[in-house]
């Protein structure tokens, strides 16, 4: 049985969200940018989904790729 991608329920992805600039909130953002779990997580969702969570987060590489 596969496990299920639990990056909507991170604890640090919660704590980029509440204060952005603490050390915690920028280490998730920039673990986000090779994580095979975050991409993984991305890659299972829906466009609209996908867009809106680029857009929150400004991940251009995700906001090209949804222009397509």
Known sequence: M???NQ???CSMKA???SKP????GRFWRWHISFCPGWK???NSLDKQKKQEIA???NLKKYLKNSLN
Do not use: L, T
């Open 21 to 24: 600039k603490s050390f915690a």
């Open 15 to 17: 704590k980029y969200d």
């Open 40 to 42: 993984q997580y991305m």
């Open 7 to 9: 990056c909507e329920e």
């Open 2 to 4: 596969p496990e299920e």
């Open 55 to 57: 857009k929150k987060y």
